[in-house]
């Protein structure tokens, strides 16, 4: 009930394409869906996030497209960048706390 | 505004020997959450406290990992005895409170190598 997953676990694009990451979660209860970005090294940081009651937010090149009823929410890069090469979380939760993570996407972009 | 502030960033100890990780919270923020990351994998919950409570410790370890958020002072995760196993990222993150309306912050981790 509590998992969140993930797919694809690696994921190569080429500059300018665009890269797809999707999620699937299981308590129907969650009502917080973030993304976060993280470089080698570094913490997460937040990329963008989603309600249930919307099923898509664009911000810039990053849109999520959210599926309530498959239960299901994915990460869109639009013309992605050698400078999107990172690996991506999507997490579910509750109230913005205790989030349960998916388990990651490393995304490589070449020029 | 400083973000979410984590030291040490990078901590050997030795197996047997205590570990002290400190989380200083973004300011304004009351809620305090570690994560850890095995090498490779996601983000895993750890234990979700406010000012000197501890809200939610589901996913701590039952022995030699314990945690603290003082009235005054940073959030310390404490990690007694470590083993090899222990060898992690462990992330703190924050956020102003429990509502919709907030998210969670994470700083940069503390890298804990266990020789």
């Known amino acids: 009930q509590q998992q969140v997953k993930q797919s694809p676990q690696s994921l190569i694009v080429q500059k300018g394409g665009i890269s797809i990451i999707n999620c699937a979660y299981e308590?129907?209860?969650?009502?917080?869906f973030p993304w976060y970005q993280q470089f080698p090294g570094k913490g997460p940081a937040l990329l963008i996030a989603?309600?249930?009651?919307?099923s898509e937010k664009k911000e810039g090149r990053f849109t999520i497209s959210f599926n309530k009823s498959a239960k299901q929410f994915s990460l869109h890069i639009m013309d992605s960048q050698p400078g999107d090469s990172a690996t991506y979380f999507c997490?579910?939760?509750?109230?913005?706390?205790?989030?349960?993570f998916g388990t990651g996407t490393r995304l490589q972009v070449f020029p | 505004n400083a973000g979410v502030m984590q030291n040490p960033r990078h901590l050997v100890r030795r197996r047997g020997q205590e570990a002290r990780l400190r989380c200083s919270p973004m300011?304004?923020?009351?809620?305090v959450y570690w994560y850890r990351q095995l090498p490779e994998e996601g983000l895993k919950f750890m234990v979700y406290?406010?000012?000197?409570?501890?809200?939610?410790e589901s996913g701590m370890p039952k022995e030699r990992f314990s945690a603290e958020f003082p009235k005054e002072g940073p959030s310390i995760l404490r990690i007694q005895q470590v083993v090899r196993g222990d060898s992690a990222a462990y992330f703190c993150?924050?956020?102003?409170?429990?509502?919709?309306?907030?998210?969670?912050?994470f700083g940069e981790g503390s890298w804990l190598t266990v020789v």
């Open positions: 406290l406010q000012k000197e409570n501890i809200i939610d």
């Open positions: 997490a579910a939760g509750f109230l913005a706390d205790k989030l349960i």
């Open positions: 993150a924050s956020s102003f409170s429990r509502s919709r309306e907030n998210t969670i912050y």
């Open positions: 300011k304004g923020h009351s809620h």
């Open positions: 989603i309600r249930p009651d919307v």
């Open positions: 308590n129907t209860a969650f009502d917080y």
